[in-house]
């Protein structure tokens, strides 16, 4: 009974998706594709702007099928998706990191996860084998790493949370902050800049580096 999805917004509007859980997956994955959850957005950026999701919309696919594929239904609590319009969207569900996903990832003192490419564990082998026959997912462990990189694309960030005392996994994804309070437009707060690397110090280093050959 306890093996449903509780699906809040703003923290009063409460929907709970039950029976199997392809109708739980196609009804959420309905929810969450939904423009009422991920509008389309003006998103602003350094020299132009781009008419686009909210949310990166593979991200959601990607954290929605890791809250049903790696929750503990052992545990007698339903998994849970908490929507704050125009801020962010928090994916919960028992269980938090297998013994062996604690020794492949690290942890630091406030439960934040620092994701890994490869790191994978499978909690529930049959699940990911009917998920994985669906093509909603794949086994080489970048479920994770793919929704922080789109989330960065999309001008919002991500984080993942294992909290060890309470028993359980979050994952949460925030959309580019809204331009003075226009909900529908928003700026990227990722910031971008040309590296000359022989002319100037380098003051903070990119997260990704371009070499271009010149002739």
């Not at 996903?101 to 909690?123: Q, W």
């Not at 003075?180 to 990722?190: C, E």
Request: hydrophobic share 40%.
């Amino acid at each position: 009974p306890h093996a449903v999805v509780t699906l809040t917004e703003l923290g009063k509007k409460r929907e709970v998706f039950g029976g199997n859980l392809l109708t739980q997956h196609h009804g959420l994955l309905e929810k969450l594709e939904s423009t009422d959850v991920n509008p389309v957005v003006k998103l602003k950026k350094r020299r132009s702007h781009e008419d686009q999701p909210a949310y990166n919309q593979r991200a959601l696919v990607e954290l929605l099928v890791n809250l049903l594929v790696h929750r503990d239904y052992e545990i007698e609590r339903s998994a849970n998706i908490d929507i704050q319009p125009s801020v962010q969207i928090t994916f919960k569900n028992p269980g938090g990191l297998t013994p062996a996903m604690t020794k492949l990832v690290s942890v630091d003192s406030d439960g934040k996860i620092a994701v890994a490419v490869g790191a994978t564990d499978t909690r529930n082998v049959s699940l990911c084998d009917i998920f994985y026959g669906l093509r909603a997912m794949e086994r080489a462990g970048t479920g994770l790493v793919d929704v922080t990189k789109l989330m960065i694309e999309a001008g919002g960030d991500s984080a993942f949370f294992h909290n060890q005392h309470e028993g359980a996994f979050s994952a949460i994804v925030r959309q580019a902050a809204s331009t003075a309070g226009a909900k529908l437009v928003a700026h990227s707060t990722h910031p971008t800049g040309v590296y000359v690397l022989n002319l100037l110090p380098i003051v903070s280093l990119p997260a990704q580096v371009s070499v271009v050959r010149l002739t």
